[in-house]
């Protein structure tokens, strides 16, 4: 589909779209805060957790929902690994299915090492799943069969119905405009780049077209944070680096207008841009907020581990994502073997930017 195409379709669908993004900024409920709490030393010295000694506290004097916090055992260490022995691990999944309403999973079980040594493997995994509802200005853990929550439910997947288009709508955009590739010449990596129709166009409409997908892309990040897609703060960091990029845009935009009318003097200074050609770093800025990260561990360097990256927390060991890394990271991965591959990879990110630091 081609750009043309794509700005009519989005004439046919804004009024509607802007109806339902601030139906939804309407919807205001605080997170459910999960709180890590060690296992008791008791704990660590049985065979094997049962659900009794590890199911998290969600009633009673000492139940900190009312503060809407809820605490979860963990107690996963894999570098504290005896061979041969499995070793026993409990976890938990977060799930945040729409403004106050969220799934979390317990799992426990164990785990044993595969012949491959970097990696573990899970044996007698047991989950639980518990509910929690906000109402009456608190969470509370509720059964899925209780009305609120039916209600509730059933109104957030007619506002994903509701999505879809849009979504659809923005996948297409950004199609049309980054193009990803194998390379040929090592079959472990990707050739991103913009679209032959983005690259031959002049400076000013390149300039306007981007500024158009930011603002799309704004709204597209905040429907995914609304159903829980990405966290809230992947939400404010991406945003951040979106308003970054616009500014940056409109000041080039800016320098070319001054520049066609023969206006300009030492404007690039004034406007805080390069010193060299403000419309290629512009445009190369562009391409780092779309590049994602590599998807193998054996090609993520010093030199190159922040790509896909808009900000790295090395004190939460947490990588927050650019556009490009975010759908990467919710399409499914092409070359990493699977989840625990992805770990890895975040680890050493994690590993290089602290050295970094020193």
Known sequence: MKLDKLFDKYEEIECTLYDLIEYMKDIEYPDLIVEEKPIPAELKMIEAFEKKDITP????????????????????????????????????????????????????????????????????????????????????????????????????????????????FYKDLKNVIWTKKLNP??????????????????????????????????????????????????????????????????????????????????????LNLSSGDPFFETKYKMTALLTPREERLDIITAANYHQGIVYIDTEKGICYPNLGELDRRINLFQLAANAESEREIVKNIIKIAKQQKK
Do not use: H
């Open 57 to 168: 506290l969600t009633g009673g004097e000492k139940s900190r929902l009312p503060e809407n916090i809820v605490e979860y055992y963990v107690f996963d260490s894999d570098d504290d690994f005896t061979p041969l022995i499995p070793q026993k691990y409990v976890t938990y999944e977060k799930e945040k299915l729409a403004p106050g309403l969220f799934v979390l999973t317990l799992e426990y079980g164990l785990k044993g090492r595969k012949g491959d040594y970097r990696f573990t493997e899970k044996v007698n995994v047991q989950k639980d799943k518990s509910y929690f509802l906000y109402e009456n200005n608190q969470y509370s853990q509720v059964n899925p069969q209780k009305q609120q929550w039916v209600d509730r439910l059933a109104e957030r997947e007619e506002l994903r119905k509701q999505s879809v288009e849009f979504i659809y």
């Open 185 to 270: 010449f090592d079959k472990g990596k990707f050739i991103y780049g913009f679209s032959q129709e983005i690259n031959s166009m002049g400076e000013i409409e390149f300039i306007e077209t981007m500024n158009f997908f930011l603002r799309i892309s704004e709204l597209y990040l905040f429907i995914l944070q609304f159903f829980g897609s990405i966290t809230k703060d992947e939400y404010s960091y991406l945003l951040k680096a979106i308003d970054k990029q616009k500014d940056r845009n409109n000041k080039c935009y800016e320098y070319i207008m001054l520049k066609e009318e023969e206006l300009l003097f030492d404007f690039a200074s004034i």
